[in-house]
């Protein structure tokens, strides 16, 4: 069945990114010049689908106005004759249709994930976290569809992480049936520091058949004691099968100050208007090192 809704999980409270995040969503933080929340909208656009369901919370309604039309603002920029930005104003409304639906207590990314099942129903479809970028010549999205549409079954997208950095993460192991390409044998939520037997990470990026839901109603408290995704994908795993891919492409988490600087700095390297000076910057930085 064909993938045609994104789920975004926003309802986080982003306390990594405090004071930043005080009275704004880590989501809207800007990467150059475009919130965070922007580059995920982009990528999933860019892969084809056009229905995106914001999973939000209190305090979230700058990324939904983000995506709705402002009608005083496109008015004040027709009469100024200000028409690029009139436009790429309006493109950011037009990328796609939104449906937000609220998470009434942050009680974890699982709990999230479920309640986005009144709006999916009984269909395949994707998550995206959003503050997870990144950088990839193909969509990081496009790319998992692709092997969904060949499997059809449930796919995690994974990076190779260093060992001692494997306990902040989502740790699968399995078999590699074809390059890049995992039977999940065992998924771990924060592994212990010093337990992991696998350096394979997921990332923020889920194509998951709808049995998912039935896995995450019966899915206790885990890790922090909130409903844990990766503990609802393991029960899928055994119910039916699930693997990992592993993307082309560099991933941020943007919602960490090192990763959301990273991130910076690789988007405005390649950004179109201030690329070239920004590197020129940086040469003139790197020889005071
Ligand atoms: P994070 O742990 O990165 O987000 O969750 P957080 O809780 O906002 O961040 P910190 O740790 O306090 O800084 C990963 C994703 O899951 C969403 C977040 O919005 C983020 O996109 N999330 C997490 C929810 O939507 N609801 C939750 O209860 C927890």
């Known amino acids: 069945m064909k993938v045609k809704k994104a789920v975004v999980p926003v309802a986080g409270l982003g306390t990594r990114f405090l004071?930043?995040?005080?009275?704004?969503p880590k989501e809207m933080l800007t990467v150059?010049?475009?919130?965070?929340?922007?580059y995920i909208v982009e990528e999933v656009v860019a892969s084809g689908i056009k229905e995106v369901v914001l999973v939000t919370s209190a305090g979230k309604a700058a990324i939904e106005n983000h995506f709705d039309y402002s009608f005083e603002l496109e008015t004040y920029l027709a009469q100024k004759g200000k028409f690029d930005l009139l436009r790429e104003v309006r493109n950011i409304s037009r990328l796609i249709n939104v449906v937000s639906v609220r998470q009434k207590e942050p009680l974890g990314l699982g709990h999230a994930v479920m309640v986005s099942e009144t709006v999916v129903g009984n269909e395949p479809f994707v998550v995206v976290l959003g503050d997870?970028?990144?950088?990839?010549?193909?969509?990081?999205v496009y790319q998992m569809l692709k092997v969904f549409e060949r499997l059809d079954e449930s796919i995690v997208a994974v990076q190779k992480v260093p060992l001692k950095e494997a306990h902040r993460y989502g740790i699968v192991?399995?078999?590699?049936i074809e390059p890049g390409?995992?039977?999940?044998?065992?998924?771990?939520?924060?592994?212990?520091?010093?337990t992991a037997r696998s350096d394979l990470a997921i990332i923020g990026?889920?194509?998951?058949?709808?049995?998912?839901?039935?896995?995450l109603r019966r899915t206790l408290p885990g890790i922090g004691g909130e409903i844990q995704l990766t503990d609802a994908l393991d029960t899928l795993r055994k119910e039916r099968a699930l693997y990992a891919y592993?993307?082309?492409?560099?991933?941020?988490?943007a919602g960490d100050k090192l990763g959301y600087l990273q991130a910076t700095v690789t988007f405005a390297l390649e950004h179109q208007e201030v690329g070239g000076p920004f590197k020129a910057f940086l040469k003139g930085l790197a020889k005071n090192f």
């Open 173 to 176: 192991e399995g078999e590699e």
């Open 205 to 215: 990026r889920y194509c998951l058949r709808p049995e998912v839901y039935g896995c």
């Open 32 to 38: 150059v010049d475009r919130p965070t929340i922007q």
């Open 246 to 253: 592993e993307f082309n492409g560099r991933r941020f988490d």
């Open 132 to 140: 997870d970028l990144v950088d990839s010549d193909v969509p990081c």
């Open 19 to 24: 004071p930043a995040t005080k009275a704004i």
């Open 181 to 194: 390409v995992y039977r999940i044998e065992r998924l771990i939520e924060k592994p212990a520091p010093g």
